[in-house]
């Protein structure tokens, strides 16, 4: 099988270079990377250079901002038949293509195959089929692959979602894609064991301090998922008693960052689950 990974880009150039040799050091090697470059100057012609010898590599340009918007540009031009859509900042064990190709070769009923994130725990710690309610820890943008011929039936990412959409949503998009995935029946299996790198946690900024701007506007995403997919109001809930529940926690334990933070993602919820879908 031939993946065809779609990775929208801005503002990155050391992490893209470190992406490629990781791609390059691949024991799968049949793949074709489709770079879908958002930046005004030209940072990643020499990245690109090195290894466009090496193996098939794809660069197009786009003006008009968007992780999304990019994402379906390169979804348009590719020709694999299984689907990934790597992060710019994000690299791959030298084993991952050939561990998800084994998956996919080997499971014919499998539509989707998902990891996780290493090093973070907030992922689902057992493998099993996803549904509507575990989907949320259990796939993000970097670590899902899609049969090509489910990503046709189920149609391009929304653009509405995710970094660079205009909107406060600042992800989303890939949890939305599978939830469309299960509404028309695809089966979903999530491997734990089937790891990706990607710096991490998401609450901290470059200077390690508490930024609950980001997961404020993580947290809008969330809430919009959920109402556009018509989840039961008591999941609704649920998911909203949790970060209120660790917020008054911290308040009462005095650890002021846990309360800032899980207060943003409260609020966050509820900000996505009244906006329009």
């Not at 990974?5 to 049949?30: C, G, H, P, W």
């Not at 299984?82 to 050939?98: H, K, N, S, V």
Request: aromatic letters at 12%.
């Amino acid at each position: 099988m031939r993946f065809s990974l779609v990775m929208a880009t801005i503002n990155r150039d050391q992490e893209i270079s470190r992406f490629l040799a990781k791609l390059d050091a691949q024991t799968y090697q049949d793949f074709e990377l489709i770079i879908v470059d958002q930046n005004s100057d030209n940072r990643l012609r020499r990245v690109i250079e090195t290894y466009q010898n090496h193996f098939t590599i794809r660069h197009l340009r786009s003006s008009v901002p968007g992780a999304s918007r990019s994402r379906n540009l390169g979804l348009r031009e590719a020709k694999g038949d299984i689907i990934g859509f790597p992060d710019d900042d994000c690299w791959y064990p030298e084993d991952l293509l050939a561990q998800v190709n084994s998956y996919f070769k080997n499971n014919s009923e499998w539509d989707v195959v998902s990891g996780s994130s290493a090093g973070e725990s907030y992922w689902d710690r057992h493998p099993g089929t996803v549904n509507q309610f575990n989907v949320w820890k259990r796939g993000i943008e970097y670590s899902v692959f899609f049969r090509r011929d489910l990503v046709l039936k189920i149609g391009e990412l929304d653009e509405s979602f995710g970094p660079g959409s205009g909107s406060p949503c600042w992800a989303g998009e890939i949890t939305d894609y599978m939830l469309r995935a299960l509404n028309i029946g695809c089966h979903i299996y999530y491997d734990p064991n089937l790891v990706i790198h990607h710096p991490g946690p998401i609450y901290t900024n470059q200077s390690s301090k508490l930024d609950v701007i980001k997961p404020y506007h993580y947290a809008i995403g969330k809430g919009r998922v959920l109402r556009k997919s018509n989840a039961p109001l008591w999941f609704f809930a649920y998911q909203c008693i949790k970060p209120l529940t660790k917020s008054l926690l911290g308040l009462i334990q005095q650890r002021p960052e846990q309360q800032q933070l899980c207060w943003a993602v409260f609020q966050g919820i509820l900000q996505g689950w009244k906006a329009e879908v």
